[in-house]
């Protein structure tokens, strides 16, 4: 992580493009994944609903309803405690439907969130929903699973060739919803010129190894609409297990900095 540097006077304005897609796979038949691009607040987020009997569409889609009403706020303070609240309160609203719904009903959403400030990127998360960031040909993970299997990795116990297969692979410890005291980790990053960032959900993943996802990624002459199309074609292909769905978001420092 890069620390930020306040003795700097002057940071580096930044534009963004960005693509969005989601499917269901080839084995779901409902698609409980959800995602919101919010550029004129400058976030960015990924939530994938587990629950069943339509609750999941509902957690994931929470989510990504109240995220279209942030607003960015004057200082980067107000606006980072804002977010976590708004995530709060997609919390208090998944637990009140699952108390409609029945005794013992638990439902919830992993979610990971992209929110940038001047030069500065913030990547929010709970549950195994992902963010990377591709920078110099290289792809980097921004996020840690809160998973069982990640915790098995922490320990030593497996490495994470074994977790891709272990049997308890899609055991989620931390999501949106589960808990009414809410985990929400958070990570910061100073951007460079053409970062390229990545947010997923396991659906991706699962299916399509990093190694290829950094593969199809490294194609300058591809749009980011064109690399978002390769990336969930070839999860697809390769087995489609899962609701997938991919955010990308490139950040360019505008013209007039350079």
Same mark, same amino acid.
């Given at each position: 992580?890069?620390?930020?540097?306040?003795?700097? @006077?002057?940071?580096?304005?930044?534009?963004?493009?960005?693509?969005?897609?989601?499917? @269901?796979?080839?084995?779901?038949?409902?698609?409980?994944?959800?995602?919101?691009?919010?550029? +004129?607040?400058?976030?960015? %987020?990924?939530?994938?609903?587990?629950?069943?009997?339509?609750?999941?569409?509902?957690?994931?889609?929470?989510? @990504?309803?109240?995220?279209?009403?942030?607003?960015?706020?004057?200082?980067?303070?107000?606006?980072?405690? /804002?977010?976590?609240?708004?995530?709060?309160?997609?919390?208090?609203?998944?637990?009140?439907?699952?108390?409609?719904?029945?005794?013992?009903?638990?439902?919830?959403?992993?979610?990971?969130?992209?929110? @940038?400030?001047?030069?500065?990127?913030?990547? /929010?998360?709970?549950?195994?929903?992902?963010?990377?960031?591709?920078?110099?040909?290289?792809?980097?993970?921004?996020?840690?699973?809160?998973?069982?299997?990640?915790?098995?990795?922490?320990?030593?116990?497996?490495?994470?060739?074994?977790?891709?297969?272990?049997?308890?692979?899609? %055991? %989620?410890?931390?999501?949106?919803?589960?808990?009414?005291?809410?985990?929400?980790?958070?990570?910061?990053?100073?951007?460079? +010129?053409? +970062?390229?960032?990545?947010?997923?959900?396991?659906?991706?993943?699962?299916? /399509?190894?990093?190694?290829?996802?950094?593969?199809?990624?490294?194609? +300058?002459?591809?749009?980011?609409?064109? /690399?978002?199309?390769?990336?969930?074609?070839?999860?697809?292909?390769?087995?489609?297990?899962?609701?997938?769905? %991919?955010?990308?978001?490139?950040?360019?420092?505008?013209?007039?900095?350079?």
């Amino acid at each position: 992580m890069s620390v930020y540097n306040n003795n700097k @006077t002057e940071q580096p304005s930044f534009k963004y493009s960005f693509s969005g897609l989601t499917d @269901t796979g080839r084995v779901r038949t409902r698609n409980e994944d959800s995602f919101c691009c919010v550029p +004129d607040q400058n976030l960015w %987020v990924v939530a994938d609903g587990m629950g069943g009997h339509d609750a999941g569409d509902f957690a994931s889609q929470t989510i @990504t309803e109240q995220a279209t009403k942030f607003n960015k706020q004057s200082s980067l303070d107000s606006s980072i405690l /804002l977010l976590e609240e708004n995530l709060i309160h997609s919390n208090a609203l998944i637990r009140a439907k699952a108390e409609k719904l029945g005794k013992n009903i638990s439902i919830g959403s992993t979610v990971t969130c992209l929110y @940038t400030w001047k030069n500065l990127a913030f990547v /929010l998360w709970a549950g195994d929903s992902r963010a990377y960031l591709f920078r110099d040909h290289t792809l980097q993970r921004l996020t840690e699973d809160h998973s069982y299997v990640e915790e098995l990795v922490r320990m030593g116990k497996i490495d994470k060739e074994q977790a891709e297969i272990h049997p308890a692979a899609n %055991v %989620v410890l931390n999501a949106i919803g589960i808990d009414s005291d809410i985990r929400i980790d958070m990570e910061y990053y100073e951007m460079n +010129d053409n +970062d390229l960032f990545l947010l997923c959900s396991d659906g991706l993943y699962k299916d /399509l190894s990093e190694e290829k996802i950094s593969q199809i990624l490294d194609n +300058d002459r591809a749009s980011i609409e064109e /690399l978002n199309q390769q990336l969930v074609k070839a999860a697809l292909d390769a087995a489609g297990s899962d609701n997938c769905t %991919v955010v990308l978001i490139k950040a360019a420092i505008e013209a007039s900095n350079v």
